[in-house]
């Protein structure tokens, strides 16, 4: 069903900006100014520092710069940029504010140029700026918005690249997409899934020189990449170990095998669509993680895929992108993790929810006028129910980021900062999320190895260089099953230089001589 589109000249600036006074009450309404308590914002954060300050893709916690790997470059290179000029990280907090805006305004002009009414384009682009799950990963330090901006442009250079017309070896847009696919590609691994779905997209409209000059300037984009890391010895991806893994939590588990591989990812895509779509969507749906899947989670899961799959129908031909990209973020996610809630959903929720938007929209717009209830069915009458819907969680969004720090975290943080104040920049400072105590401590910072082995994580203090150890509550079980069992079987190595108490948080000073010399004989 088409669905007609009958521009009006008010609408070429009263629609954009209706989308920008949206997003500014939006994201100023839930707008974190703290920083986020996990620790790969953190790495983030110092990876743009060592670019900006001219060190590369370096780890900035020592004298040594050494080379990482750690996370693709794509969004490190572009915090680089603000970081040029500001140390605030609020400022990049703003940034992915920012791209989060222009994915909305690009992907309405996209719905536009589709035949999609213009109220119901701007409608579903509006969405996005007030999906809870999306703004709360808008307001912080990680790669979600940059990843969706870029895999938006990827559309939308493609769309530009048909439209063009022109032989695609001729086509700058065809170029276009190429660069945003394998940026994406660069800010997260997850955008193999545009990759495939833009291949897809070719394959099904039998453009053969198309797909396959596609992938080729796809490969090539992965080279510079591929060969740093192969000149500098750092190794594959570590994205590429984790499939295997029983637990990235506690690798003393080990490793799966091929069947446990398969049953972990049917078991995790049960949950993508069952529980984490659903909870990303529908507001007043209670999911609990740990239970087993419902009845109502498997029907509104179903549905929701369905009005997707044919909102996305009203699309055109670019029906496929959408297709082929949803289904292949669902089979990464599957493949790469166990069952983790809705956080690696976050990117492709603005195309599941817009699509699912005007799937809904048309089959009300049928039914209206199949039942002679009115003419057109309006597309603000879902925008206010919409708005109600997601305003519980919009609440408890703004709640949680006024909030101050747990007092655990709290305490960590204090430490970070006497540690600033009292120790030179040299030191080094192990500890639990190290990143995250980087950003108070601002000197040198290290993690503990996850062994039940004491012998062995003190041999990893050393070998750190080491000078005080962090004991904290954070709540991590890592602390408790790893770190704490090494320090209360060696007391005698770690003497105690803060203490603060609501939760006990220590800060430890470690006797690298005793420690060596304690090693050295159990060698003997």
Avoid at 21 to 27: P, R, T
Avoid at 193 to 212: D, H, N, P, Q, Y
Wanted: aromatic residues 16%.
């Amino acid at each position: 069903m088409k669905l007609n589109n009958k521009p009006t000249d008010y609408g070429k600036w009263l629609y954009p900006l209706s989308l920008v006074v949206i997003f500014l009450i939006s994201f100023n309404y839930i707008f974190n100014s703290k920083i986020d308590l996990n620790g790969d914002n953190c790495s983030y954060y110092m990876l743009a520092t060592s670019i900006a300050q001219g060190h590369g893709f370096a780890d900035i916690t020592n004298d040594a710069y050494t080379p990482s790997n750690v996370f693709p470059p794509g969004y490190p290179l572009l915090m680089s940029i603000v970081r040029l000029f500001t140390g605030s990280f609020l400022a990049q907090k703003i940034m992915n504010g920012l791209f989060l805006l222009a994915s909305s305004l690009l992907m309405f002009h996209f719905f536009k140029k589709q035949q999609i009414r213009q109220s119901v384009a701007v409608v579903a682009a509006a969405l996005m700026l007030v999906n809870f799950q999306v703004l709360h990963f808008a307001t912080m330090m990680m790669s979600e918005m940059s990843f969706l901006l870029f895999s938006v442009l990827s559309l939308y250079a493609l769309y530009r690249s048909e439209e063009k017309g022109e032989p695609f070896w001729k086509n700058p847009f065809f170029y276009l997409t190429i660069f945003f696919a394998a940026y994406g590609y660069h800010i997260r691994t997850q955008g193999i899934a545009m990759v495939a779905a833009i291949a897809g997209f070719f394959l099904f409209t039998r453009k053969w020189k198309e797909m396959l000059g596609f992938i080729a300037g796809f490969a090539l984009c992965l080279l510079p990449w591929m060969l740093r890391n192969k000149i500098l010895g750092l190794g594959q991806s570590r994205y590429l170990d984790m499939i295997a893994m029983s637990n990235s939590w506690r690798p003393e588990e080990g490793t799966l095998g091929i069947s446990e591989i398969i049953s972990r990812f049917f078991d995790t895509l049960q949950m993508l669509v069952t529980k984490a779509i659903p909870n990303s969507m529908v507001p007043y749906l209670n999911v609990n993680y740990n239970a087993p899947t419902t009845l109502l989670e498997w029907l509104v899961g179903i549905i929701i895929l369905l009005l997707f799959t044919y909102g996305a129908q009203q699309l055109n031909r670019y029906k496929y992108v959408f297709w082929f990209y949803i289904l292949g973020t669902l089979c990464v996610i599957s493949l790469f993790s166990a069952p983790s809630g809705n956080r690696y959903l976050t990117s492709a929720l603005p195309f599941i929810e817009t699509a699912v938007f005007i799937g809904l929209y048309t089959l009300l717009s049928v039914a209206t006028r199949r039942l002679n209830i009115g003419k057109q069915f309006s597309p603000y009458i879902l925008a206010v129910i919409c708005l109600f819907a997601c305003m519980p969680k919009l609440n408890a969004l703004h709640k949680i980021n006024n909030a101050q720090f747990p007092p655990n975290y709290a305490n960590f943080f204090r430490i970070g900062e006497e540690v600033h104040k009292r120790l030179p920049k040299q030191t080094v400072v192990c500890s639990r999320k190290p990143e995250l105590f980087y950003m108070f401590s601002k000197g040198a910072v290290c993690g503990y190895q996850w062994t039940e082995d004491d012998r062995t994580l003190i041999k990893g203090l050393l070998d750190s260089k080491a000078d005080y150890v962090v004991l904290e509550q954070l709540g991590f079980s890592s602390t408790v099953r790893y770190l704490y069992p090494a320090i209360n079987k060696h007391p005698e190595l770690f003497r105690v230089v803060i203490h603060l108490k609501n939760p006990d948080t220590y800060l430890l000073q470690f006797d690298r001589e005793k420690a060596a010399k304690m090693l050295s004989q159990d060698a003997g």
